[in-house]
């Protein structure tokens, strides 16, 4: 029931998830309207999709705190409640993510040595791919937090990039060490220390540059940061567009770059991979974006079911220790 186009995009999107990645899929909200969306997109009879009633949704808009507290029906925290109780290998939410946050927390409890969990978003560079965290799970942090962050991180980077000594650095407004916020100084001090390869600070103009693998920051931080990267992929798109476009000469040229732009577009989707894990936990919850079209349910569907299978939580519980 979550996200801006649930619950029409969701239950087509696990549909797709179940028909053509053959990932068994449960999904939680009234049961009424999920059965009558399962039968508008063709139902559910060649499908490994069932539904668990749950009778209350939390809106958009809402406290996620007191939505926690007050629905205990939620479908978020239902989802969170199968996986905890091992009817589900994974929970995959493209709504609210404070509430997905805190059922997710509340559910599976966090590893040793984790204090808070934080969402990890894999991002484009000119160098393949990188690891960033927080992405908007922790608005208000501490210097500990970025530290066990960077660790976390580094695990993680291992495993999804398949690198051996992943580059470490720390979003901030200079490259020296003394330059940033009271909260970036201290995390840069505890980081010099961590068992990891720490590059540093580094600057906002490097974020896809491919300099660092992991990128550290709070999550008001790495959310801004985020959504300023897929603002500008969208206007770079349109602008790119109207300006092929503009003429008869450009036109040709459009044609023979079309797969180029593909490729392009495919890099840079957030569609792509459909959701980032929120890694510290002790299972598996992958976060989608609010805005997934029913292509991003599916591939986040399927990210949390490769997640499961490469044993994730366990990989990162012995890297931690």
């Not at 978003?121 to 992405?135: F, H, K, S």
């Not at 608005?139 to 398949?162: I, K, M």
């Not at 390869?197 to 580094?202: A, I, K, M, R, S």
């Not at 092929?244 to 792509?272: M, P």
């Amino acid at each position: 029931m979550g996200g801006d186009f649930a619950p029409g995009v969701v239950v087509s999107g696990a549909l797709h998830a179940a028909r053509r990645r053959g990932v068994a899929v449960i999904l939680t909200g009234p049961e009424a309207i999920l059965q009558d969306e399962i039968e508008v997109h063709g139902g559910a009879a060649d499908a490994m999709v069932r539904i668990v009633d749950a009778p209350d949704t939390v809106a958009m808009d809402e406290s996620p705190l007191t939505a926690h507290r007050r629905k205990p029906g939620s479908s978020v925290r239902v989802a969170a409640a199968l996986v905890a109780r091992g009817e589900a290998a994974a929970l995959f939410s493209a709504g609210h993510t404070g509430a997905t946050f805190l059922s997710a927390l509340a559910a599976f409890g966090v590893m040793p040595g984790v204090d808070r969990p934080a969402l990890a978003v894999t991002v484009p560079t000119r160098a393949g791919a990188a690891i960033l965290l927080d992405a908007g799970a922790n608005v208000d942090c501490r210097p500990e937090h970025l530290f066990q962050f960077g660790v976390l991180g580094a695990a993680y980077a291992r495993l999804v990039l398949n690198l051996d000594h992943p580059k470490v650095g720390l979003l901030s407004i200079g490259e020296e060490a003394g330059k940033g916020t009271g909260l970036v100084r201290e995390a840069h001090a505890l980081l010099q220390q961590a068992p990891i390869d720490f590059l540093g600070n580094l600057e906002a103009r490097e974020f896809f540059s491919g300099r660092a693998d992991v990128i550290v920051c709070d999550g008001f931080t790495g959310n801004i940061a985020l959504k300023v990267g897929e603002g500008l992929v969208d206007a770079a798109e349109e602008m790119l567009r109207e300006e092929i476009g503009s003429e008869l000469v450009s036109q040709v040229g459009a044609l023979l770059t079309r797969r180029a732009f593909a490729r392009f577009k495919q890099r840079v989707d957030y569609a792509e991979s459909g959701g980032a894990l929120l890694l510290g936990l002790n299972g598996v919850a992958v976060i989608g974006h609010g805005r997934s079209s029913a292509q991003a349910i599916e591939n986040g569907i399927a990210t949390a079911a490769r997640l499961v299978e490469k044993r994730v939580v366990l990989w990162l519980a012995e890297a931690l220790a």
